[in-house]
């Protein structure tokens, strides 16, 4: 299988193309940039909190600055695009078809996500990813608010059209040979996660010109000053974004399942209860947005409620570590290096959905909430299983997209050093959360346990920084200067564990 | 499809769901009962605002970033807000509850021992939000 065409082309051919492949790139090169700008800011941060006192950020403003943008770049410009990119190249493979249904809808929903970053790292706001008012109205220096807003309206578009894409693609352009129970579980789950962006994301994108005219002072839905009520904006932020996190998660989880199996050397478990888990995740994920919102005095129904929403997503995550876990067993696997990060991830998840239950029983959730524990839970997510998933992803297409091999040793350094940071950051930020230190502060009291705990996460995060520089590395010499990949079988697991099918020629 | 019997995968997803269940419950449990404020309950106004706590007793005395409450009774907190959203924290005695402008939320508690105990605030709200801290004391009776 190939992803690409292998003849030299000038750069502006790829960028002005509209063919699936070559969005793919664009997405990969500009989600990977933001994985390194991203990941930059988190550094700085660790450093800043290794000792009490101020160490390398001046100021407290300029503190919270770079973890609001920390935040906003991985989830938004490097997790979604990623996802985006690996959509864009296999997608329309796994359902037969020569590109995404609409083309050039595909490269403008591309487009927009430059612009808005720029718009987000010139403005580096301080509001927090949710942007919380009445902060984000009364208090919040613009126009570093107002860039962000802007900046998320227009990634929320690029969102739901990249979305409404894949979902055509896979219902309506799939070969007519082929029934919906065929298609791999990776196009599952960009069909499941597409119907939850399709959902969800409008509510936010009211939500935030809402909160754009609140600061504009010609309307207070969020201001009590004017009337408003700052938790009807909870409502509709959350309303979106637990689903949202299920649309971080499914693709990242599809992805395991193109690896696992193959690396397995066997068919998955089960093929169906891989298909019943995204689509119930899909649907019960929007039953238990207000869980984040235990403390804010909702009453003991509400949050009952709330409670058994999100337990009942439970068992569908649980399902799919099931499924790994049953088709690695008694299997002859390889350990190359996309398999070490998809095992690492499935790993990490299972933890991360434990911490996950412990915040979701209310009495539970007012010891853990806004402290360093939901730091953790949510980064074993997003940097432990997304991030996870996505890299040996990464490290899987490579042969395909470049046609040539990465490093081999390298690759595994890379997993292991970031699976000894990610364990050292953050289970000992769920620790620390326990230990009640608040998130979101740029400075601390000499608590000794605080101080331990936060040396340890910081030295944590440089080996991870470590790790992300051979990465680096690797990437860039392989993509030039790698042996050739025998694309044919490139991780020498025998020739009949591939995806037959190969991209088509754009110029047809 | 596969031709193997799927049964552990069932039994599994049963052990999740009872498991789920079981959380549930117990919360559901601990939740009402620790819900349920005493009668005898004083009221303390919390007032947060940028960047700091104020606490009003029943009579009408104020401190600011200090809280000055005895051992053995039981306290129920008035969360309010002057400004921007916080939260009032005591972490050792798991209080958190918090401060919106424009409501009034509750959270109670009893110090059962005397001491001395962190007051932060859990929720961002802007430049010194590191530091919006104070002091509970937990003193005996004057009587
Ligand atoms: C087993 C499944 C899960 C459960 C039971 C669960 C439960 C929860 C609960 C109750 C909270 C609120 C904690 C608090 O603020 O006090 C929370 C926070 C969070 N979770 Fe999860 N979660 C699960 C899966 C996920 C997944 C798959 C992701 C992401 C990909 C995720 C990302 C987050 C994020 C980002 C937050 C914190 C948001 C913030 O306050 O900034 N969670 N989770
Ligand atoms: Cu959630
Ligand atoms: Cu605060």
Redesign the interface.
């Known amino acids: 299988m190939t992803l690409e065409l292998q003849k030299p082309r000038p750069i502006w051919q790829i960028m002005f193309s509209t063919h699936h492949t070559d969005v793919g790139l664009l997405y990969l090169i500009t989600s990977l940039t933001f994985l390194f700008l991203g990941g930059s800011l988190a550094l700085g941060i660790r450093a800043e909190l290794f000792l009490p006192g101020s160490q390398i950020i001046a100021d407290s403003m300029t503190f919270n600055r770079i973890f609001t943008v920390h935040g906003t770049t991985l989830i938004f410009l490097f997790i979604i695009p990623f996802a985006s990119a690996v959509g864009n190249y296999y997608v329309p493979i796994m359902v037969r078809y020569k590109d995404m249904a609409y083309p050039k809808l595909n490269a403008i929903a591309f487009w927009m996500i430059p612009p808005a970053g720029v718009l987000i790292w010139l403005g580096f706001a301080d509001f927090t990813w949710y942007a919380t008012p009445p902060y984000s109205i009364i208090s919040a220096p613009g126009p570093a608010a107002d860039m962000w807003i802007f900046g998320l309206k227009i990634l929320g578009v690029s969102s739901v059209l990249g979305a409404l894409n894949f979902v055509v693609t896979i219902l309506k352009c799939k070969h007519p040979d082929m029934s919906i129970g065929q298609i791999p579980l990776l196009a599952w789950s960009f069909l499941s996660s597409s119907l939850i962006i399709i959902v969800a994301i409008p509510t936010f994108a009211a939500a935030l010109l809402m909160l754009l005219t609140d600061r504009l002072g010609v309307s207070g839905f969020f201001n009590p000053a004017m009337g408003g009520d700052p938790i009807a904006y909870a409502h509709l932020f959350w309303f979106t974004f637990h689903p949202e996190v299920y649309v971080l998660v499914i693709p990242a989880i599809g992805m395991m399942y193109e690896i696992i199996p193959r690396f397995s050397r066997k068919p998955i478990y089960s093929y169906n209860s891989g298909v019943f888990a995204f689509v119930m995740l899909a649907i019960v994920g929007f039953s238990s947005w207000a869980h984040h919102m235990y403390a804010t005095g909702m009453s003991f129904t509400e949050k009952t409620v709330f409670m058994v929403g999100t337990l009942a997503a439970v068992p569908a995550s649980a399902m799919h570590v099931f499924n790994f876990v049953a088709t690695m067993w008694n299997a002859r696997i390889r350990f190359s290096t996309p398999m070490m990060w998809a095992v690492g991830g499935i790993a990490l998840f299972f933890s991360a959905g434990a911490g996950g239950v412990v915040n979701s029983a209310m009495p539970l959730d007012f010891t853990t909430h806004d402290t360093y524990w939901v730091v953790g839970h949510f980064h074993l997510f997003v940097m432990g299983t997304i991030a996870f998933g996505s890299i040996g992803y990464l490290y899987y297409m490579f042969p395909y997209v470049t046609g040539r091999m990465y490093n081999e040793t390298l690759g595994k350094i890379h997993f292991v050093l970031s699976f000894i940071g990610t364990v050292l950051v953050f289970f000992t930020q769920h620790v620390l959360g326990l230990y009640g230190m608040p998130r979101r502060i740029y400075d601390y009291p000499p608590i000794p346990e605080w101080i331990a705990m936060n040396q340890i996460a910081s030295i944590g995060a440089m080996i991870i920084g470590i790790s992300m520089a051979i990465f680096l590395a690797n990437m860039i010499y392989s993509a030039g200067k790698g042996k050739p990949a025998d694309t044919d079988d490139p991780f020498g697991l025998g020739g009949r564990y591939y995806y037959p099918f190969e991209a088509k020629n754009p110029s047809h | ?2 031709g193997h019997s ?1 049964w ?2 069932w039994i ?2 049963a052990v ?2 009872a498991l ?2 079981w ?2 419950a ?3 449990e ?3 009962l ?2 349920h404020v005493p009668e005898d309950a004083k009221i303390i106004i919390v007032t947060g605002q ?1 960047w700091f706590w104020t606490f009003e007793h029943e009579d009408g005395t104020k401190e600011i970033g200090e809280l000055h409450v005895e051992v053995g009774k039981a306290y129920k907190f008035e969360v309010i807000s002057k ?3 916080h ?1 009032f ?1 005591i ?2 005695y ?5 401060a ?4 009034v ?2 959270v109670w508690f009893a110090p059962d021992k005397v001491g001395e105990h ?1 007051i ?12 919006m ?1 104070g002091t509970l004391y937990v003193t005996e009776p004057s009587s």
């Open positions: 499809m596969s799927n552990p995968e599994y997803v999740v769901i789920m269940a959380v549930g117990e919360a559901w601990t939740e009402r620790i819900e940028q400004d921007v959203n939260s924290n972490h050792d798991v209080v958190l509850m918090d919106i402008p424009g409501r939320n509750t962190d932060q605030c859990r929720e961002y709200c802007g430049l010194i939000h590191y530091n801290r």
